[in-house]
């Protein structure tokens, strides 16, 4: 499962820079998380980033997109074919 920032994003942009995969921008009213490049972390982190520095808990499961810890794997190797996946 991607990620997605709900409307009680406060737009602080706490999230942006955590994001190794810069799949995180700022949108017209909050931040937004490009599915397409969110890996959750995996391959990075044993936990997402963003999360943690997130400080209204604004950033949850996508729950219309769902991924499992293998198919996040898949992603970041292709987003980042030169490098080896930190696994946990």
Do not use: W
């Amino acid at each position: 499962m991607a990620l997605h920032i709900t409307d009680e994003c406060s737009s602080c942009g706490a999230c942006e820079p955590e994001c190794p995969n810069g799949a995180i921008s700022e949108g017209e009213d909050h931040y937004l998380i490009n599915s397409d490049l969110c890996t959750e972390c995996v391959g990075h982190f044993a936990e997402p980033q963003c999360m943690s520095a997130c400080p209204t808990d604004s950033i949850e499961k996508d729950p219309g997109r769902q991924e499992d810890k293998d198919a996040l794997l898949v992603k970041f190797r292709t987003l980042h074919p030169d490098k080896e996946p930190v696994l946990s």
